[in-house]
């Protein structure tokens, strides 16, 4: 902070009847001094162990599948509400292929006995063997037909 004075006063000498007026006119000015002193902070932490006695409440879920395995006829079945259990249905379009037996026609064989006469000329063969034995003096003796027999 600095305090000045300043006169005002015109060149005339101090007697002639004049009062000097003076003002006194102050000047601010802010700066930074370094002191040397610090500061330093200490901080702790405490902990203490309190008992609260609450009631929570939770939900649990049980998820259960149930195998059906029914067709459905008409309209799918949605889902519904049994008491507290929520019931959802699971879908499956299944392509179905039927192999069914159909009869077309029917062969049918009937066997019937008939008797008729037939005449025909037919081949029949016969062999015949002949048996020519010799002596020891090379003559024949005699020549025997060997037929088969009926």
């Known amino acids: 902070m600095q305090c000045q004075n300043h006169m005002t006063s015109d060149a005339s000498p101090p007697n002639d009847g004049r009062i000097p007026v003076i003002q006194e006119e102050l000047s601010l000015a802010h700066r930074v001094v370094d002191t040397g002193r610090g500061v330093r902070l200490h901080k ?59 009869l077309t026609e029917e062969i049918r064989i009937t066997a019937k006995a008939r008797v008729h006469a037939v005449s025909e000329q037919v081949v029949l063969r016969k062999e015949h063997v002949a048996v020519e034995r010799f ?16």
């Open 135 to 150: 002596d020891e003096s090379a003559t024949p003796r005699n020549m025997q037909d060997v037929s088969p027999s009926r």
């Open 44 to 102: 702790t932490v405490t902990e203490e162990t309190f008992r609260i006695n609450e009631t929570l409440q939770g939900q649990e879920l049980q998820v259960e599948h149930v195998v059906v395995n029914a067709w459905v006829d008409g309209t799918p079945p949605v889902q519904r509400q049994e008491g507290d259990t929520l019931v959802i249905p699971i879908l499956e379009e299944v392509l179905v292929v039927q192999k069914r037996l159909r």
